[in-house]
């Protein structure tokens, strides 16, 4: 089955500089990659997500780029701002009608300091 | 509109004991998925539905675990003879299907979350 490594595990990053977020698959069928932000007590909220025929996409101040051949795909965050902080999830997901259930990374604690 | 509600949104009990988790989808969402989060992970894939029906209980730990859904709505999840290593937060997702085979919508929207601590 698919596997999804995440780095790194906690990221602590001044105001306004931005946050990288990298993630690694294995399997290279994958086709579906989308990013989530988890804030306390909280499920998970969708932030953004790219499919496999495109190799970057953006929107405002998120970005995520997809490297296909090297099985990697990472988050970018710019201007980073205090509502940031919160837990980040990577996940990816095989091409199967109607069931996308994801494999998820461990989790990056980004931490925003004012 | 509203979104995925679980509930109750915290359970504790002992260990030995039945629990049922409930999951009220987003109305019209034809896929339901129960994943477990366990304290500082990631989330873990259990079962996922298809209106009524579960092709997919791969995720399952053990006989233990059960889920059922009816009327291509609410999903209940049951553990039973709970263990300590139950403890974890259960969330449910749903998602609707759109667009020709091969090509779906694939965002999962996420309720709260049930947090399970059996002591």
């Known amino acids: 089955g698919e596997n999804v490594e995440q780095h790194p595990s906690t990221l602590s990053v001044q105001e306004g500089d931005s946050a990288v977020i990298k993630c690694t698959y294995s399997?290279?069928?994958?086709?579906?990659f989308p990013w989530y932000k988890q804030e306390l007590g909280k499920g998970p909220q969708l932030i953004i997500d790219?499919?496999?025929?495109?190799g970057e996409k953006k929107d405002q101040r998120i970005a995520v780029t997809l490297n296909k051949t090297a099985k990697h795909f990472s988050l970018h965050i710019t201007e980073t701002q205090p509502e940031d902080s919160a837990v980040y999830f990577c996940?990816?997901?095989?091409?199967?009608?109607?069931?996308?259930?994801?494999?998820f990374g461990t989790g990056t604690r980004l931490t925003i300091i004012p | 509109g509203a979104g995925v509600s679980q509930s109750p949104s915290n359970k504790v009990t002992e260990k030995g004991k039945d629990v049922e988790l409930r999951c009220d989808p987003i109305?019209?969402?034809?896929?339901l998925y129960w994943y477990r989060q366990r304290l500082g992970q990631g989330l873990e894939f259990l079962i996922y539905f298809q209106g009524n029906s579960a092709p997919d209980k791969s995720g399952l730990p053990s006989d233990r675990f059960s889920a059922e859904r009816t009327g291509e709505s609410v999903s209940t999840l049951t553990i039973q003879r709970t263990q300590q290593e139950d403890s974890a937060v259960y969330l449910c997702a749903s998602s609707i299907i759109i667009g020709r085979r091969g090509q779906s919508s694939y965002e999962q929207y996420f309720g709260p979350g049930t947090r399970l601590t059996v002591t």
């Open positions: 996940a990816a997901s095989l091409p199967n009608f109607g069931n996308e259930k994801l494999t």
């Open positions: 399997d290279s069928a994958s086709n579906y």
């Open positions: 790219i499919r496999s025929n495109v």
């Open positions: 109305s019209g969402h034809t896929a």
